[in-house]
C-alpha cells in the first residue's frame, strides 16, 4: 500500500516538472559558437513569463560594433553559443498578470538590460545601467533566474521585466527603431548630461552607428557639429546630417588650430586612438564625454599629467542611459523624426557574418538592421 502512495506521489511530481519544464519559452535566433563571427541557427529556451514580464516578437534587432566586441572577446572571456543583440523592437504576444504598461499587440523596445535590483541608489535614480545587480541582454548571468545565460535579440523572441521596454508608438518607423534603443540612448544621454544647446561648439568623434546619431542630435539641439573619422567617404554624409565640417584625421592639414575650440567633445571611437587630442581640443570648462569602447588590450590612455596641464576640462565616460530616459529619448527621435540611416539584411548566419565584417571595415551607412521575420 505505501509502496502505492509513494508511486502515485511520484508521478504527481513528474507531471509538476513537466509542466515548469514546459513554461519555459522556446526559442531561436542566430548565435556564435566561437570568436570567429560565424552565424549558424540555434534553437534555446528563455526563462517562463513571470508576472511583471512581457513577451515580445521580435521584428527587427540591429548591429552595435558592441556586439562585435562581445563576441570577438575584445572584453573578455565570452560564453558560448551566443545570441548577440541589444537593439530590437517587435511586438508584445504576451504579459504577465501584473502588466499595465503593456497589452498584447503593442510595439516595445529592449536595449542593453532586462533587469535590474529596483532598489538600489541607482535603480532608484532612473539609472539602472550601473545597478550592480544589472542583468544584460545577453551574455549575462541573472541572479533572478537561477544564474542562467541570458541570449540576445537576433532570435524570434525575447521575454524581458516591463519595466525595461519602451513603449513603440505606433507611428514610428518600424525598421528604424531598434538602433535607437542602444545607439540613441549612448549619445543623447551625454548630450543631456552636458546640457548642449544652441550655438555650441560640438565634436563628434567616430562617424559610425553612434557618431551618426550623435550627430544628428546635436543638429537638432542648434549646435555647431565638427564630425572626426577616419575616411573620406563619409565626409559628404556628415555635411548632409548638417555638420558645419568634417574632419579626415588621417589628414593632419585638417587637424590644424582646433586645440580649445569645443564646449562638448563626444568620442564614439571603438580603436585605438589618441585622446589628449581631443581633451586639448575641448574648451576649459567643457566637456569631453567618452562612450566608445576599444578592446581591453588596446586601451587608449589619458596620462594624468594630461588632467593637469589641460586643467579645467571635465571628462567622463557614460553607459547607455537609463530607463526612463531611454523612453524620453525614443519619444524625442520619433516625434522629431530622428532616426538611423540603416541597411536591411536578412536573419541568415552567412548574411549577419558578412554584416559584421563589413562593420569592421567601416563600410556600412550606418547601421545593419536584421529583418527577424526573414529567420528560418
Ligand atoms: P561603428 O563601427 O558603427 O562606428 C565607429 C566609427 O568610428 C566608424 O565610423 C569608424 O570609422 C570610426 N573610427 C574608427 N577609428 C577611428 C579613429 N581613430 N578616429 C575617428 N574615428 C574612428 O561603431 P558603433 O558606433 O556601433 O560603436 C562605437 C563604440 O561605442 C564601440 O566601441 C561600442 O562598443 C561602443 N558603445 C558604447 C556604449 C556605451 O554605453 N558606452 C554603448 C554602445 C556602444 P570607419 O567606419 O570609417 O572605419
Ligand atoms: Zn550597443
Not at 518600424?174 to 560640438?202: E, F
Request: with cysteine; aromatic share 10%; net charge neutral.
Amino acid at each position: 500500500m505505501k509502496y502505492l502512495f509513494l508511486s502515485i506521489a511520484l508521478s504527481i511530481l513528474s507531471v509538476f516538472q513537466v509542466n515548469a519544464q514546459e513554461k519555459r519559452i522556446p526559442a531561436k535566433g542566430l548565435a556564435v559558437f566561437s570568436n570567429d563571427w560565424q552565424f549558424k541557427p540555434y534553437e534555446f529556451t528563455r526563462h517562463a513569463l513571470g508576472d511583471d514580464d512581457i513577451l515580445i516578437e521580435t521584428m527587427y534587432a540591429s548591429i552595435c560594433h558592441s556586439d562585435l566586441h562581445h563576441s570577438h572577446q575584445d572584453w573578455g572571456n565570452e560564453i558560448y553559443p551566443m545570441v548577440p543583440g541589444h537593439e530590437i523592437v517587435g511586438k508584445v504576444t504576451r504579459v504577465g498578470k501584473n502588466v499595465t504598461k503593456f497589452k498584447v499587440g503593442d510595439y516595445a523596445g529592449v536595449g542593453c538590460m532586462v533587469n535590474s535590483c529596483g532598489e538600489c541608489d541607482y535603480c532608484k535614480a532612473g539609472l539602472e545601467q550601473y545597478c550592480k545587480k544589472v542583468v544584460m541582454t545577453y551574455h549575462a548571468h541573472d541572479p533572478f533566474h537561477n544564474n542562467e545565460i541570458t541570449q540576445g535579440g537576433y532570435s524570434n523572441n525575447i521575454v524581458v521585466k516591463d519595466r525595461f521596454a519602451v513603449k513603440v508608438p505606433q507611428n514610428a518607423d518600424m525598421k528604424k527603431v531598434a538602433p535607437l534603443l542602444c545607439a540613441g540612448i549612448t549619445t543623447y544621454s551625454p548630450l543631456m548630461q552636458s546640457d548642449v544647446k544652441k550655438g555650441d561648439n560640438v565634436a563628434i568623434a567616430g562617424f559610425g552607428g553612434l557618431g551618426h546619431m550623435a550627430v544628428q542630435y546635436a543638429v537638432k539641439l542648434g549646435a555647431k557639429v565638427t564630425v572626426f573619422d577616419i575616411t573620406e567617404d563619409k565626409r559628404a554624409d556628415a555635411l548632409r546630417m548638417g555638420a558645419v565640417k568634417y574632419v579626415n584625421v588621417n589628414n593632419k592639414e585638417e587637424l590644424k588650430g582646433m586645440d580649445d575650440s569645443f564646449d562638448f567633445v563626444l568620442s564614439t571611437i571603438p580603436a585605438m586612438y589618441d585622446p589628449s587630442m581631443y581633451l586639448r581640443m575641448t574648451k576649459y570648462n567643457g566637456n569631453f564625454a567618452i562612450v566608445g569602447l576599444p578592446a581591453f588590450n588596446n586601451q587608449p590612455t589619458l596620462k594624468v599629467m594630461d588632467f593637469v596641464f589641460l586643467a579645467g576640462r571635465n571628462v567622463y565616460g557614460s553607459q547607455i542611459g537609463g530607463m526612463k530616459e531611454t523612453q524620453e529619448m525614443l519619444d524625442y527621435s520619433v516625434a522629431h523624426n530622428i532616426y538611423p540611416e540603416v541597411e536591411i539584411i536578412k536573419a541568415d548566419g552567412d548574411a549577419v557574418t558578412e554584416a559584421y565584417k563589413n562593420v569592421l571595415a567601416g563600410k556600412v551607412k550606418f547601421r545593419y538592421v536584421i529583418d527577424m521575420s526573414t529567420l528560418k
